[in-house]
């Protein structure tokens, strides 16, 4: 195996594939990367953890086919830490992976290429496609409500459909829930239902991140190719592509969690509530968080008391004519919603001081909708 590599494009491959490897699993194999030449001018590097995977193709002049697993990190390390410049790569018989850069020299060991798990494969999987900058919405309005609690897994992933005429994104964790939507385009394919866990989504976010930091205001708008196969989720972008092996449970029926109509709508500017649970959670319990809404005609007051801490209250001016209604929730769960949503005006949609709590954009923009049950304060 032997070709030549700009260091900048063998860095960029490495930088999206390393992170997957797992260095902490008993199988050796998999805190490697899979270095393989294709035809020739394309090297292509793949990483797994048997739960994620990740392929990245960068050009390279290849010489002599072949392939070999490196140590991720290592090889990642001495890359990064390289002169600008070309890169010489050469395998020996001894499985020994020998690079060149100006003056520079490594050896490296490595391991054969055939020891490496299969990656899965989407075969001929249709692919719907969606705008990265609409799934890294969907991603930012709903992560703050997933369950970090790994052995319920049916809470602990996000909910990730398309019915042709919207793709969304659900995620609850039992006390709260949020949904995002964005409507599909004419002719779309996105007809899918999956449970992607928390690491694909996470990985999937870098993914989109990397989308964004590479992008110019005259770029055209990059899109994210989406399929399930063979109980994994693929999501594709050009030179990339993610595997996620999809968490085999039954999400919540989450429709039946979010109420039809509330008898109550108050009107805020998001800014200043923010800022007013900000201060006011300054003296709330700090087991439970609680703090408690006032809501009379034109005014919000939020309250708490601490006997430990103290007691607080601010009034936030509103857009409300009904009756008076008193109501606690969790402040922390109240300022995650709010800190994910990027409007200006939100409408909190109220019943009793049992019922749930629903908080939306103002107007008629019903792209999101988070749910946040009521406590005893």
Sequence with gaps: MELTIEKQQFLRGLARTHGVADRKSS???????LVSAEGPDRLRLSAT???????????????????????????????????DGE????????????????????RI??????????????????????????????ISLTQYSRSHDDTRPHLAG??????????????????????????????SMMNFSMLVPHKGISELKRLLDDVKAGKGKADEPTTIGIATAGGNAFFLRDD???????????????????PSKQSRTVIAARGPLVEALRRISLVANDKSGGVQLIIEPGLLRIQSQNPE????????????????????????????????MPHDEVAIELSGE??????????????????IMPMRI
């Design 27 to 33: 199988m050796h194999i998999l805190s490697n990367v």
């Design 87 to 106: 890169v010489r790569w050469t395998l020996g018989d001894s499985h020994a992976v020998e690079l060149r850069c100006g003056k520079v020299r490594y």
């Design 354 to 371: 049992r019922d749930p709590g629903v908080i939306k954009p103002a107007g008629d923009d019903a792209g999101f909708v988070g749910v």
């Design 309 to 340: 801490v103290g007691e607080g209250s601010e009034e936030v001016d509103v857009d409300y004519a009904g009756d008076e209604l008193r109501i606690g929730f969790n402040a922390r769960y109240l300022l995650d919603a709010l800190s994910a």
């Design 240 to 258: 990339l592509c993610l595997s996620v092996k999809l968490a085999d449970e039954n999400f919540p029926p989450y429709s039946k969690v979010i």
């Design 158 to 187: 996000t909910l990730f459909e398309g019915d042709g005429k919207v793709v969304r994104m659900v995620t609850t964790d039992g006390h709260r829930l949020s949904k995002a939507e964005h409507k599909a385009g004419k002719g």
């Design 49 to 83: 953890d048997l739960y994620l995977g990740v392929t990245a193709v960068v050009p390279a002049s290849i010489k002599k086919g072949g392939t070999i697993a490196v140590a991720a990190r290592t090889l990642f390390d001495i890359v990064k830490n390289l002169p």
């Design 109 to 138: 060991p490595a391991m054969p290429g055939e020891d490496f798990p299969p990656l899965p494969n989407p075969g001929d999987a249709d692919f719907a496609h969606l705008e990265a900058a609409v799934l890294a919405e969907l």
